[in-house]
């Protein structure tokens, strides 16, 4: 039988812990954040975009057909801040939000309100509270 050698089963151990560190950090940690940053970013762009068609004076047929295709945006983007927030963002991470004074639920919230919302003035205010809710 051969003897391995234990310079080889310290770098396989070494590498191994490495390896597990790196993904337990990536997957729990570095994803999460990322993808609620993403999604973020996401549902303010929608927002600036459907903020500035609300605003046109005389929408025509493809203005009106782009504001309700980007109203059911809001639904999707709503859904899926709410699971990102509640489900996948770590602790530590959402006290930092709440020091920062983000709400990412209440802005899930408003969200789903804004895709209920027929009245233009209504879309409006929950715009503005969805800007201080995330922070942009």
Known sequence: MMDIDPQLIIAAAASFGAGSFLYITIYFFIYPIYRYRKIKRQAVSDL??????????????????????????????????????????PNWYKLILLKRKESPGEASKNLMALYNTSNLNHAAARINMIKLNLKF
């Open 48 to 89: 600036i975009h459907y903020s500035t068609l609300l605003t046109s004076d005389d929408p025509d047929e493809s203005i009106r057909n782009d504001l309700t295709r980007q109203v059911t945006l809001y639904k999707k983007h709503a859904l899926d801040l709410g699971e990102c927030f509640h489900t996948f963002l």
